[in-house]
């Protein structure tokens, strides 16, 4: 299925000196000056660098919806770091330094694109996203951006198949997709929204934690009936209901078989013929209700 681009930011950045001023070029748009002016704040929410300070020969950043790719030539030796999060309130971090093979690789598809010469574009919509660029040499700043540029049919289709294959690429050359998976399926057990939706992550409790009976129970269930094992994705656990209220599989750890009323493990097919959960019950469903 496709999904829309996520936007992106691209920051290239350098200084003469700690007090020096670069020249800053802000597209007129209002989503650009809106994008600028949240900057500090994201940039203290994911604990990301400021580079209009920074000293750096060159320096990139690729945001997405939940993710930054940082791109930076420092010393003439090149430096990549993703930084992922989920939670814009109180968020989940995570920093992956790349290897430098990557992070030149990476240097030079940009500077393949002239990125300095791509012109600007004021195009909105109201479904898709914004890929965002910001652009910097030792003395100049530029920050300007693309709406959903892979579905631009405009006059400006070429600049924006341009924007368009230069993100698929970078996604691709840093294995985006390959890191947003390991990401999620390290979070704790929990309900996070991400992109324009939400996902539940679950998953069994560690080989050596202690079990109460009921746990047991519904754990061997689950392995024989639904064939999960220590394996299966975090997003592909059951829904969890207890006393008919969400939960996850650790809450049915504080109780044993005889202080439970009924269980119910429902199967994948079962629950979507029945249509009861939704969505929410894609990958079959537990319900316990207690004494």
């Known amino acids: 299925m496709l ?27 209002r989503n650009d000056q809106a994008i600028f002016a ?30 930054a790719l940082d791109v930076w030539l420092e010393a003439g030796k ?9 939670r814009p309130a109180n968020p989940v971090v995570q920093k992956t330094d790349l290897p430098p093979d990557v992070a030149q690789r990476l240097l030079d598809t940009l500077e393949a694109h002239r990125l300095e010469e791509i012109p600007d574009d004021d195009r909105w919509g109201v479904d898709g996203s914004h890929v965002t660029f910001e652009v910097a040499t030792p003395n100049t700043y530029r920050l300007f951006s693309y709406w959903s540029p892979g579905a631009m049919t405009s006059s400006r289709r070429k600049e924006a198949q341009q924007v368009a ?16 998976h390991r990401f999620l399926e390290a979070l704790e057990p929990g309900g996070y929204p991400w992109g324009m939706g939400s996902i539940t992550v679950d998953r069994f409790l560690p080989k050596n934690a202690k079990r109460s009976s009921l746990y047991k129970t519904v754990e061997n ?16 656990f059951p829904l969890v209901l207890l006393n008919g209220k969400p939960a996850y599989l650790q809450d049915l750890n504080r109780y044993e078989l005889d202080q439970v009323k009924s269980l119910q493990i429902i199967g994948r097919q079962e629950a979507q013929a029945a249509g009861l959960y939704g969505t929410m019950g894609a990958n079959g469903v537990v319900k316990v209700e207690t004494k």
Request: aromatic share 8%.
């Open 221 to 236: 269930q689950l392995k024989t009936d639904l064939r999960l094992t220590t394996e299966t994705s975090s997003r592909q």
């Open 3 to 29: 999904k829309p681009l996520a936007p992106f930011l691209f920051l290239l950045t350098a200084s003469f000196t700690a007090t020096a001023q670069k020249q800053v070029e802000v597209s007129p748009d």
């Open 38 to 67: 949240r900057l500090p704040e994201r940039l203290l929410q994911y604990q990301l660098p400021d580079l209009t300070r920074s000293t750096a020969q060159r320096y990139l950043r690729l945001w997405g919806s939940n993710s």
């Open 78 to 86: 090149p430096h990549a770091r993703l930084t992922q999060w989920i």
């Open 165 to 180: 294959t230069l993100v698929t690429t970078i996604n691709q050359m840093v294995d985006l997709p390959g890191h947003t």
